[in-house]
Structures are given as C-alpha cells and as structure tokens.
C-alpha cells in the first residue's frame, strides 16, 4: 500500500489549502484514513479521520468548523480541505489508513503512512 500525499505549501493566515492524499498499491477492500500532523519541537497530532463510507468524521477541537474530510472511493483519494488557517496549523501533515471501515483518533491503529506534505502559514 502507498499512499501519497499533496497540496501543502506556502499560504496566509485565514487562507486556505487542500490536502490530497491518493491511496495505492494492494489496498485493502475498505479502510478508514487519518491526516495527522508534527510540528517542529512537537509530537504528531490528530487532526481529521474519516471512515470508509464517508459517512463518520472525526476532527481534533482545534480544527473542527475550519477543516473539511471527504473522499472519493472510486478515486482511492481523500481530501483535507483547510479554510481560516492560522500561523499554528503550521506543520507537516501526514495521512495514513487504516484496515477496516471505521476512522481511530490514535496514529497507533493506522497501518500505513504517506510522505507528508508541508503546510506553512504566516502571519
């Protein structure tokens, strides 16, 4: 299984990104997808998951009513749309899967990672 993540880069404060994150290889019949993030100094973080039939999300506190998880199935991508960010959403986001339907707030349960993709927000 790769995953393989994009869309960071460079944007400012109450600007928006989208995150992609295109899932590959052998994958499994279905599985739930995490997007987790690291800041400099800091451990990783959740930030959104969502499950396989879309119809469950979860979001840390800190994003939720600003960031967006959705999929498309037949595409094997997901997506983590960024809106109103702030100079501390600054971070290398990573998204990671899962075997299974249902999304887990803990990194421990996924067993598969992307690269990370750098998300930086100035003030």
């Known amino acids: 299984v790769q995953l393989q993540a994009s869309g960071g880069g460079l944007v400012q404060a109450g600007g928006s990104l989208r995150l992609s994150c295109v899932v590959s290889?052998?994958?499994?019949?279905?599985?739930?997808m995490g997007w987790f993030r690291q800041a400099p100094g800091k451990e990783r973080e959740f930030v959104a998951a969502?499950?396989?039939?879309?119809?469950?999300?979860y979001y840390a506190d800190s994003v939720k009513g600003r960031f967006t998880i959705s999929g498309d199935n037949a595409e094997n991508t997901r997506y983590l749309q960024m809106n109103s960010l702030k100079p501390e959403d600054t971070a290398v986001y990573y998204c990671?899967?899962?075997?299974?339907?249902?999304?887990?707030?803990?990194?421990?349960?996924?067993?598969?990672w992307g690269q990370g993709t750098q998300v930086t927000v100035s003030s």
């Open positions: 990671a899967v899962r075997r299974g339907g249902f999304p887990h707030l803990s990194s421990t349960e996924y067993n598969y």
């Open positions: 290889g052998r994958t499994f019949s279905t599985y739930a």
């Open positions: 969502i499950s396989w039939s879309g119809g469950t999300t």
